[in-house]
């Protein structure tokens, strides 16, 4: 399944939570080595939509909120490093729109 072109991403799910340090589950250090910040917070959101469009997306549970789904893939950056991401979309149960939930690093299983 592929998520919608239409699909919401919230600037404050970027300049707010993803651009910005936190003390726990920080994702600010992470992204900036692929060279994004509170300063082209536009190019975070493109790279999203980027892999969204490539990925499939699977689903990954439901909540009184609607159904989640993941899309694993590599965010390319603005300085042409590539992370290895999980992006979590929510379709929402009040309306059936797709809404960015968030990203982290994806943590591939050493065999």
Known sequence: MKIP????IP??????????YKVRNDKSKFLAQ???TLD??????????SLTKSGEAIEDGT????????VEGELIGVNGIKLPV???WLQ????????????KPLKKISS
């Not at 082209?40 to 939509?49: E, F, V």
């Not at 909540?63 to 993941?70: A, D, L, T």
Request: net charge negative; proline share 0%; charged share 20%.
């Open 40 to 49: 082209n917070s536009d190019k975070l959101r493109s790279a999203i939509q």
């Open 5 to 8: 072109d239409d699909a919401i």
């Open 34 to 36: 692929a060279g994004f």
């Open 86 to 88: 999980v992006i979590i």
């Open 63 to 70: 909540n009184e909120y609607g159904i989640f789904y993941r």
């Open 92 to 103: 929402r149960q009040i309306d059936n729109q797709f809404q960015f939930v968030t990203l």
């Open 11 to 20: 600037d404050s799910k970027l300049i707010q939570y993803l651009l910005i």
